[in-house]
């Protein structure tokens, strides 16, 4: 009798572990924390797709950096990556190294820079929120305020 319920139990365990598997698809923000969702840069405001692209895959030439979010408002242009764990001491030497990086590469840019969690899930939330709702460019744009805000709250 006990042998029979042990196998039920691992059958179901294994039917719970599978379901929970499953659970991630086509929302990145749920596992964003937990693995790379490389999410494509968005341009808001009227800059060409193909540099904002630019930036992203300049920072995440960084070897510190794993996971790289870029958004291109109207006058500004957040910048949020995550930092690999063993470099996670260094977090605001890193954040210095790239904010001076972009500052010098794009000069006429106004760049927000974070590692913050926080920040990055925002973002990701915002990129989903363009692509599943209809948001306007003047909400999406305020919303990245929002974002921009809360980052310069938290520094």
Same mark, same amino acid.
């Given at each position: 009798?006990?042998?029979?319920?042990?196998?039920?139990? %691992?059958?179901?365990? %294994? +039917? &719970?572990?599978? /379901?929970?598997?499953?659970?991630?698809?086509?929302?990145?923000?749920?596992?964003?924390?937990?693995?790379?969702?490389? $999410?494509?840069?968005?341009?808001?405001?009227?800059?060409? $797709?193909?540099? &904002?692209?630019? %930036?992203? @895959?300049?920072?995440?030439? +960084?070897?510190? &950096?794993?996971? &790289?979010?870029?958004?291109?408002?109207?006058?500004?242009?957040?910048?949020?990556?995550?930092?690999?764990?063993?470099?996670? +001491?260094?977090?605001?030497? %890193?954040?210095?190294?790239?904010?001076?990086?972009?500052?010098?590469?794009? $000069?006429?840019? @106004?760049?927000?820079?974070?590692?913050?969690?926080?920040? +990055?899930?925002? /973002?990701?939330?915002?990129?989903?929120?363009?692509?599943?709702?209809?948001?306007?460019?003047?909400?999406?744009?305020?919303?990245?305020?929002?974002?921009?805000?809360?980052?310069?709250?938290?520094?």
């Amino acid at each position: 009798m006990t042998g029979r319920f042990l196998q039920i139990q %691992i059958i179901a365990a %294994i +039917f &719970v572990l599978l /379901a929970a598997c499953g659970q991630n698809h086509g929302n990145e923000s749920k596992g964003a924390l937990l693995k790379t969702t490389n $999410p494509a840069p968005i341009t808001i405001g009227t800059s060409k $797709p193909s540099h &904002v692209e630019k %930036i992203k @895959n300049d920072v995440s030439s +960084f070897p510190e &950096v794993y996971d &790289v979010a870029v958004m291109k408002g109207k006058k500004d242009t957040l910048v949020v990556y995550k930092v690999k764990h063993m470099n996670r +001491f260094r977090m605001k030497a %890193i954040e210095a190294k790239i904010n001076k990086f972009l500052e010098k590469r794009y $000069p006429k840019e @106004n760049f927000k820079v974070s590692s913050d969690y926080k920040i +990055f899930l925002e /973002a990701v939330r915002l990129k989903e929120a363009m692509k599943t709702k209809d948001l306007s460019k003047k909400e999406a744009e305020k919303q990245l305020q929002k974002i921009i805000k809360l980052k310069d709250e938290t520094t």
